[in-house]
């Protein structure tokens, strides 16, 4: 994906001494060279605990890792770790804790919100050599897999005995399940299965403190606070995770796919509507604009209906005879929708000829635009209409293209800002469009992130969203793990450093604290 | 929960509500918050513990009201719902007030968006009539009639739906509570797909009201299915019991439920519920029925349905396995109190959770024995993945030295976490894991 241009950091490193923070006195200068001798003490005692090819610090080797799939936001590590075990995470994670180094967890790297943006003064701690698939157990319904499995192949691990793994993100050939169990991953049909957190049923991880703690197991609801269901979606902030007993689902029986196109969104937006309040309830419900559509069509000829302006795609899955009433009912509203033209596959090839378009459509918007901005906002599905056109007034008064595509189920919107990165100003215009769509979606009650994530690319966004309380309170929750706050900083919660003076955001101590009756630590 | 555990915590709070009696009029130090505040009554008792006072706020501000005024005193709190479930969970170190949460019984549906925002105090019947005019509901069962939203929410009981459907934390989208400080806090939101920031509602599901007071939830909705059957087959052991279960989910019939129930050591009731378009409900439930041998097949849930066995005065315990371990545990449950005669014990077969209940006339000393015995023997037969919590028993069972929670992993990050929340230790003291 091309999102704004890469800024050059070519010549940035801790070896020779200068970073990317912004305040440039004597003071930050000192700080920054202790920071980076601490750092380079510290290598000789990571090749201790990962071996000498565990540890990278070869400068080309290390610039590799700068970025995640949000490329925008890119970093030289300080020094990058690849452990193959558990104990080698934990032991990596308590020395940093104890060097007061910060670390930045791993996967696959293919996040999109900069929540895997290493640190010049930091450990990356990779978990790609960590790939095992270490049981399937068809009987309990559940795998046992370590952090840097791809999470399709957990799937095909489990395929063999008639089961899946639910949660599928688009990315989920490459992407790790560590990975998805930081962002709390969904994918195109989260909208009946839910997220990854609705399908862990255990973990062990690593502690910022260098603890490794199991959590849950085979077994359903464990005893004690739900410390999975937070840790998941933490983006690396309170440790890493070193394994995870997932659940597997039976393969549906049936699977059905419709695609209904219409002359206009609204109507599209309207067979949704009515889909809902049928009471059906499909596995994924897809919907593109026609710029999107034409950027597919040029992309991969995927052929969809000519004139239309608005494609909706309806899967369906789950016993035969279920799939075919609900397809019989969502094929009738589309038609008093308005759909013009409706296409049905339960084969799997021509399923996946419904679904190029669909899937094609952010590398297909690279065709027709130099650069552009993607946006992950959620409005409550019954704002759809109303914030689409506001966006399209957004464009229009702007000049700035903006191409939908989104999971009209669930209201989680993915316009894509369109704008030429040679042209002067385009990028901070485009940027300023990608905000107001944002604020839009607060606006509606929504949210500011359905499945990117917040890390670095929405932290100073939280305070729209959230109350200065309600992030000093998520902010009390995470020093409960990481004390001495190295874990993954400077993501998720937004800070005076990356956002400027947050407004209202409490920076003093604790009250209970002021007041002498309780400690933090 | 060891001894030294609850005197570290115990001794953290010497210097608690030093003043307390006072003459601050009938509503004591609360009056300060405003809010409705009477003396408390033996009706009131947590856990055997009378409270000085119950405070009535009729909103999440006036709770956080009265949230702040205790915490300047020191005073520990304890919320209640409809108080259905309140001895639930270790008794109480400490109760010196109840924040009763009735009033705070509001319905916001948007049903178009299939969410509901809902007031603690709402009891779940009221909301599901509220959802049931537009042919939705909380997919979440009346496990303990009279519950509120606030109370299920805070003891995360779920009932068989929890298969297909998850637990009932996976059906919060969003929550807000009030602080030990009086702080409010939200997380979450409104919308069905969010991301943002950590999901702290989690945190507080099954809680026991101890990191801080919930006084509004925000759910996900589902339609009500049009159709549904209940195919029920009897098995002679707990093995045959397993084998039933285990077909059905091998099958294609994607079912919501399937419980198990065996109310006196022998035989075990197999039920499987299926819910969903009348066009494919029956050849589902023939499918199912073909599975079971001597099944029968019913339009309407049988009697009883997703209620915990037992009755008032017995202790009632919940167990996880993995589903395959299902035989080892029923016969372990049976077994737990030979004096007694065999538990009865029903639950969800397919998903692992069972509750069964030690009879109130078990003596309060072996009742600790047998949860202890039972407990081990739950751990040995699972490879240590099943658990055995007890959810409520007599104050002369926990007299008699009981241990509610058993072993519970990460318990110093729980306890890091209710330091970090709860720092004067005020909410709900002891009464959750590790005296927490």
């Not at chain 1, 490193?13 to 060279?33: E, V, Y």
């Not at chain 1, 007061?100 to 999109?112: E, M």
């Not at chain 1, 008064?397 to 903006?402: A, H, L, N, P």
């Not at chain 2, 099958?251 to 129930?261: V, Y």
Request: hydrophobic share 40%.
């Amino acid at each position: 994906m091309r999102d704004r241009p890469i800024r050059d950091r070519s010549d940035e490193s801790p070896d020779d001494r200068s970073t990317t923070d912004p305040a440039g006195t004597d003071r930050g200068q000192a700080d920054r060279a202790d920071r980076a001798d601490r750092l380079s003490a510290l290598v000789p005692r990571l090749k201790g605990i990962c071996g000498d090819d565990g540890v990278i610090t070869d400068r080309a080797r290390r610039r590799t890792y700068e970025s995640d799939g949000l490329t925008y936001h890119a970093e030289v590590p300080g020094v990058v770790v690849l452990p193959t075990t558990a104990e080698q995470v934990a032991e990596v994670l308590g020395l940093c804790s104890a060097e007061g180094v910060p670390f930045v967890p791993r996967g696959a790297g293919t996040g999109l919100s900069a929540g895997a943006l290493p640190r010049t003064d930091g450990v990356l701690v990779t978990t790609s050599r960590m790939r095992r698939v270490v049981e399937v157990d068809p009987d309990n319904e559940c795998a046992v897999v370590q952090p840097g499995v791809a999470n399709l192949d957990i799937t095909r691990a489990a395929a063999p005995y008639g089961y899946y793994y639910a949660p599928d993100p688009s990315s989920q050939q490459v992407c790790s399940v560590g990975g998805n169990i930081a962002e709390n991953s969904g994918g195109a049909h989260c909208l009946k299965y839910g997220f990854t957190v609705n399908h862990v049923l255990g973990l062990q991880i690593a502690t910022p403190q260098g603890e490794l703690v199991r959590l849950g197991g085979k077994a359903p609801e464990a005893p004690g606070y739900d410390l999975i269901g937070a840790f998941i979606g933490s983006e690396g902030t309170l440790g890493i995770a070193t394994e995870a007993t997932v659940r597997l689902v039976r393969t549906p029986q049936k699977v059905t796919t419709l695609l209904a196109a219409f002359t206009g969104m609204d109507a599209g937006g309207e067979a949704v509507s009515s889909v809902v309040a049928e009471g059906v309830l499909p596995a994924a419900v897809e919907m593109m604009d026609a710029l999107s559509i034409a950027a597919a069509e040029a992309a991969v000829a995927c052929d969809y209906p000519e004139g239309a302006g608005a494609v909706l795609i309806v899967e369906l899955d789950g016993p035969a005879a279920d799939v075919d009433a609900d397809a019989a009912m969502v094929r009738r509203l589309c038609e008093r929708a308005g759909a013009f033209e409706i296409r049905e596959a339960s084969g799997a090839a021509e399923r996946a000829r419904i679904w190029k378009g669909r899937k094609s459509a952010f590398a297909a918007v690279g065709r027709i635009s130099p650069a552009y901005i993607v946006q992950d906002g959620v409005v409550p599905r019954t704002a759809l209409g109303e914030v689409l056109g506001d966006i399209a007034r957004l464009s229009a008064e702007s000049g700035i293209r903006v191409a939908n595509v989104f999971h009209a189920g669930d209201g989680n919107l993915h316009p894509l800002v369109l704008f030429d990165d040679a042209e002067p100003g385009a990028g901070e215009r485009a940027a300023e469009v990608s905000g107001a769509i944002l604020d839009l979606c607060i606006r509606h009650g929504g949210s500011i992130t359905g499945e990117h994530g917040v890390g670095v690319d929405k932290a100073c966004s939280m305070p729209r969203m959230f109350t200065p309380e309600d992030l000093e309170t998520m902010d009390l929750f995470r020093r409960a793990f990481d004390p001495a706050g190295v874990a993954n900083p400077e993501k998720l919660l937004p800070t005076p450093r990356l956002c400027g003076e947050v407004p209202g955001v409490r920076k003093d101590v604790h009250p209970l604290v002021a007041q002498g009756r309780a400690e933090q630590f | 929960m060891t001894g030294e555990d609850h005197q570290d915590l115990a001794a953290g709070q010497a210097a608690g509500p030093a003043d307390t009696d006072r003459a601050d009029g009938a509503a004591g130090p609360l009056a300060a918050s405003g809010v409705p505040v009477r003396p408390g009554t033996d009706r009131d008792a947590v856990g055997g513990a009378v409270p000085r006072w119950v405070a009535a706020p009729a909103d999440t501000k006036g709770c956080a009201a009265v949230a702040a005024a205790a915490s300047r005193e020191g005073l520990a709190l304890v919320p209640r719902g409809a108080g259905t479930k309140t001895g639930w969970g270790a008794p109480p170190r400490r109760c010196d007030a109840v924040v009763d949460l009735s009033a705070l019984n509001h319905v916001d549906h948007a049903a178009g968006d299939l969410v509901v925002e809902a007031g603690a105090g709402t009891p779940m019947k009221d909301l599901a009539d509220v959802l049931g005019t537009s042919g939705q509901r909380l997919p979440v069962d009346p496990v303990v009639p009279g519950s509120t939203v606030g109370g299920v929410v805070a003891t995360g009981l779920s009932g068989p739906g929890r298969m297909l459907y998850g637990p009932v934390r996976d059906l919060i989208l969003g929550m807000t509570v009030v602080r030990a400080d009086g702080v409010v806090s939200n997380s979450g939101g409104r919308v069905v797909k969010n991301v943002a920031g950590y999901d702290l509602g989690k945190l507080h599901t099954g809680a026991l009201g101890t990191l801080g007071i919930i006084t509004s939830v925000t759910f996900r909705l589902r339609p009500v299915p049009p159709a549904a059957r209940v195919v029920s087959a009897r098995a002679d052991d707990p093995a045959r019991a397993r084998e039933l279960v285990a077909s059905v989910l091998r099958s294609h019939t994607a079912p919501t439920a399937i419980e198990a129930d065996r109310p006196d050591g022998g035989a075990v009731t197999v039920h499987v519920l299926l819910e969903g378009p009348e066009e494919g409900i029956r050849a589902r439930a023939e499918e199912v029925s073909a599975l079971l041998p001597g099944s029968s097949v019913a339009e309407d849930l049988p009697d009883g349905w997703g209620a915990l066995p037992g009755g008032p005065g017995d202790t009632l315990l919940k167990l996880t396995t993995p589903p395959a371990r299902l035989p080892a545990v029923l016969d372990a449950v049976a077994d737990a109190a030979p004096d007694t005669g065999p538990l009865p014990v029903r639950g969800s077969a397919g998903s692992g959770v069972l509750y069964g209940a030690l009879p109130s006339a078990t003596a309060p000393a072996s009742a600790v024995r047998a949860v202890a015995s039972l407990r081990a023997r739950v751990e040995a037969v699972t490879g240590g993945h099943g658990s055995l919590t007890v959810l409520d028993a007599p104050p002369t069972v926990h007299g008699a030295g009981l241990d509610p929670w058993g072993t519970v992993l990460g318990l110093p990050l729980m306890r890091s976490i209710k330091q970090n929340l709860d720092p004067d230790g005020v909410l709900s003291p002891g009464r959750f894991a590790g005296g927490i």
